[in-house]
């Protein structure tokens, strides 16, 4: 039951955390190092779901799917993470030279429908969801929430055949290399829905440790119409980049009358480097 809502939560979190205040709980995965040099080159990875951005404070992220695009452009399934109280980590092979992917990509359905008087609510999979509402029930409504959290490590150099877009949800393609960030420098990037490039699209970069300055330190961005964004790289330190779309209505919006909305989470992590 833990590990369920867990699953289930982690989207919630995502678009909390979108609104921008400061104490919202971030999920996030880290490298130990994002170039690693080593010559058998393994990286671990640890996923959490924290308010003090990459600290171990609240709870992990469930890392079950985890998959890993090599920098030849082929994906496969991580080894399984092992997850503790507050964290989960995984050891990744790194055996190619160049630039990985690594990618947490899943959809849920939170829904509702009418059996006869009675108003019952679910959670899952959308597969779930279309064999557990009964042929006769009414008021039937679905949100459909897609997310990825994703982070970059490069093994010995740099390269860009696993940057190329999966054409499926909400995606951030990095147009200068994720490894080899370097503050004072430019950063371009491409916001991607199912393949199309998203323009007006608002997301944001948060520093790690923010329990040490005091204040969030959050940098806000907007694509223009190629879906692209230039960004000039701040201080050193790991950054949160976020975006959800689309946006979430206003504080007091009205509920929507839909009977099916679509929602769509983007969660990062990139190092800039010293100059």
Do not use: C
Request: hydrophobic share 40%; no cysteine; glycine share 10%.
């Amino acid at each position: 039951m833990h590990n369920k809502l867990i699953k289930h939560g982690v989207l919630a979190l995502v678009l909390a955390a979108a609104a921008g205040g400061a104490s919202a709980h971030r999920p996030w995965m880290v490298p130990t190092s994002t170039l690693v040099e080593n010559k058998n080159a393994w990286v671990t990875i640890d996923g959490a779901i924290s308010e003090g951005l990459f600290d171990v404070d609240h709870m992990p992220l469930r890392m079950n799917g985890l998959t890993v695009t090599a920098p030849d452009g082929t994906t496969s399934a991580a080894p399984e993470a092992v997850m503790g109280k507050m964290r989960s980590s995984v050891d990744i092979p790194l055996p190619q030279e160049g630039t990985y992917r690594i990618a947490l990509v899943s959809t849920n359905v939170f829904g509702s429908y009418k059996d006869g008087a009675e108003v019952k609510r679910f959670r899952g999979s959308e597969a779930d969801f279309a064999k557990q509402v009964p042929a006769g029930a009414t008021e039937v409504k679905k949100t459909i929430t897609a997310q990825r959290i994703e982070t970059f490590v490069s093994a010995h150099k740099t390269s860009d055949g696993a940057l190329k877009p999966t054409n499926a949800g909400l995606e951030m393609i990095p147009l200068s290399n994720p490894n080899d960030l370097r503050s004072g420098e430019t950063l371009r990037v491409r916001f991607l829905l199912d393949g199309k490039p998203l323009p007006k699209l608002d997301f944001s970069m948060v520093p790690g440790g923010v329990r040490y300055r005091g204040v969030l330190g959050e940098v806000r961005q907007t694509t223009d119409a190629k879906g692209e964004a230039s960004i000039k790289l701040p201080a050193p330190n790991m950054y949160w980049v976020n975006a959800v779309y689309p946006p979430s209505p206003g504080k007091g919006a009205p509920p929507s009358d839909a009977p099916e909305t679509r929602r769509y989470a983007y969660t990062g992590s990139l190092e800039i480097l010293p100059e």
